[in-house]
């Protein structure tokens, strides 16, 4: 009996060539997952919409009237939307990259393609959402009469910058919950929490100026490691305008430091992990 094993060649350069061949199957899965992810529902993709301005208004509601937060010069629903925008788009990559490879489990063991390609595309998925969900940020400021400036040009960089963090945690988490399953109920957990240690209902100057004199330095440190607190503050600043928000340099380098170790170390661990998918799955 004859045994033809089908895999890839260990060669990198041939593997990112692959990749490129494989493009369209990139391209259909992303298109197939949009298509299908609000199939059956009432008002389908308005819940792109629906969801953060709900918890817009939920924390609003909670950090401002009842909290009194300060909100960094800008109107406080503006800046919680701010934040909330690339918050959403990391914890649903998270969500939806962690179970991408189990949710197309068929496909691993019947043909060879770069597996990557799996928990990309649904990043890139949850990407489309938050492009959908920036025209309701847009809408905002217009309604609280928020006038950007010149910076505003920089957005689109602190928006590649969340996409790359979010490709980075997504292959981390989508290759650990195929050998851990305990992971998809650990990361709905993650994400909820990420919220309060995220400054989403808040600006970063609060852990400056209430946290930091009590316990130390070294609390905004261990805060800055979050890759979205610099993305956040970034966004936060790129639609500021008249407003004088500030930006922490500070958060931004750890971002992009955070971010850098998260897309190598996920690349590698996801490649040592990829010949063994199909096998676990």
Same mark, same amino acid.
């Given at each position: 009996m004859n045994l033809l094993v089908i895999e890839a060649d260990k060669s990198e350069s041939v593997y990112w060539r692959d990749l490129w061949r494989y493009r369209e199957l990139f391209f259909f899965l992303s298109w197939r997952d949009v298509l299908v992810r609000y199939k059956q529902t009432v008002i389908g993709v308005a819940w792109a919409v629906i969801r953060p301005l709900l918890q817009m208004i939920i924390l609003t509601f909670v950090f401002w009237k009842l909290a009194n937060m300060p909100s960094d010069g800008l109107p406080y629903p503006v800046m919680v939307f701010a934040g909330m925008l690339p918050w959403q788009f990391f914890a649903s990559s998270m969500s939806e990259a962690s179970n991408s490879l189990i949710n197309n489990a068929s496909m691993l063991g019947k043909i060879y393609f770069p597996r990557i390609i799996v928990p990309s595309s649904a990043?890139?998925?949850? %990407?489309?959402? %938050?492009?959908?969900?920036?025209?309701?940020? *847009?809408?905002? +400021? &217009?309604?609280?009469? &928020?006038?950007?400036?010149?910076?505003? &040009? @920089?957005?689109?960089? %602190? *928006?590649?910058?969340? @996409?790359? *963090?979010? +490709?980075g945690i997504g292959l981390w988490l989508a290759a650990l919950n195929v050998k851990y399953r305990d992971f998809r109920y650990v990361i709905p957990f993650i994400v909820q929490l990420g919220v309060y240690v995220t400054p989403v209902p808040y600006a970063s100057e609060t852990i400056l100026h209430k946290i930091v004199p009590k316990y130390g330095a070294w609390t905004y440190d261990v805060f800055c490691l979050n890759p979205m607190v610099g993305v956040i503050n970034g966004f936060r600043w790129c639609i500021g305008g008249g407003a004088h928000v500030t930006l922490d340099p500070v958060s931004v380098v750890s971002s992009l430091a955070v971010t850098a170790v998260l897309i190598l170390t996920g690349l590698r661990y996801f490649r040592g992990m990829e010949d063994e998918f199909a096998d676990i799955i």
């Open positions: 990043v890139i998925v949850t %990407f489309v959402d %938050f492009l959908i969900s920036a025209v309701l940020l *847009a809408g905002i +400021m &217009v309604l609280y009469r &928020v006038v950007p400036d010149w910076k505003v &040009v @920089l957005l689109p960089l %602190f *928006a590649l910058l969340a @996409l790359l *963090a979010s +490709m």
